[in-house]
C-alpha cells in the first residue's frame, strides 16, 4: 500500500509549493487535497492548495510529474444533506471530479455529505437524509462506472460515521461496483464507529484510506462531532486502534493512502514507520 500525504503541508501555499514539500519529505502519492468549480481566487494568487475542476486535468497531471509524485485520489467533498443549490458543492461538482480523475488516471474520486449546516438538514430524518444521499450520487456513480472510476464514501457525517449508514447508502443506490469506501480512522471513530469493524464489514469496499490517529481529549466529543479535519499527532501516539485497522486491511487489495496529519515531518515520518511496523 503506498503512503501519501495530504497537500496541506504549508499554510497558505499553491498546489506546487505543497508538492514541492510533499517531495523534500521522501513522498511519492499524495491527494489532490482541494478542488472548486470554476475560478478560484486565492487559488489565482497562488495562497490555496486548489485545483480547479474546470481546468485542464492533464496540466494538473504535468505538474505533480515535475516532482515525481502521483496523484492518488481527488477529494469532491461535499454537501448532500444540504438543499440543492449552485453554491453548495454538490452532484455537479462530483460528476466533475469523476471526469477529471478519469482523464488522467485517478480511479477514486472521495466524497462525503458533511455534518448538516441549514436548519432544513438538520430537521431530516434518519431515512431522508439517506435517501437525500443516494439522490444525489445517483448519477455519479452511474457516470463512475462509465469512466472505470469509483466514488468513494468517506465517513464524514451523521450517517456516513457509521457502519450502519454507509451500508444503507450503499443498498439505496443497489450496491453498484463503482460506488466505494474511503476508510477515515479517525472519523470514524470520533463518530461513534469502531475503525476496526468497519475496515472489516467493508473491506472489499475500500479502495483508499485517510490515516489519523486522535488523542484522549477528543474521547468526549466522541459520537457528537463528524469529522476533524487533520491530526496534529503521530499514528499510535493516540487512542484509536490504528494496529487494529492494520491487521484487517494488511492483505487488502488497496493501492494507496494518506496520511491526514498536520505537524512537523518528524510527525509524519513517524507515521509512516508505524504503518510499516503494522505490515502495510
Known sequence: MNIGVFLLIEPFASVEK???????????HADITDTNAGGSMLGTAGFSPTVSLDDNPFEVKRLFEKYGITPSTVCAHAGLLEP???GTYGTSEIMKAVAFAAAIGIKDVVTTETDPRSQWANDLSYEERVFIIAEK?????????????????????????SIKGLQDVF?????????????????SWLGGADPVEMARVF??????????DLGAEWEPKRGTVFGCGFSTIALGDGVIDIKGVCEVLKDADIASSTLEIVGSEDILKRSVKY???NGL
Open 137 to 161: 450520487l445517483y448519477q455519479p456513480v452511474k457516470m463512475a462506472a462509465d469512466y472505470g472510476v469509483h466514488v468513494l464514501l468517506e465517513p464524514h457525517g451523521p450517517v456516513t460515521d
Open 171 to 187: 443498498d439505496r443506490l443497489g450496491n453498484p461496483e463503482s460506488l466505494g469506501v474511503n476508510l477515515d480512522t479517525g472519523n
Open 18 to 28: 505543497q508538492l514541492e514539500r510533499a517531495r523534500e519529505m521522501g513522498f511519492d
Open 84 to 86: 440543492s443549490n449552485p
Open 275 to 277: 504503518l510499516r511496523a
Open 203 to 212: 473491506k472489499d469496499k475500500i479502495h483508499h484510506v485517510h490515516w489519523k
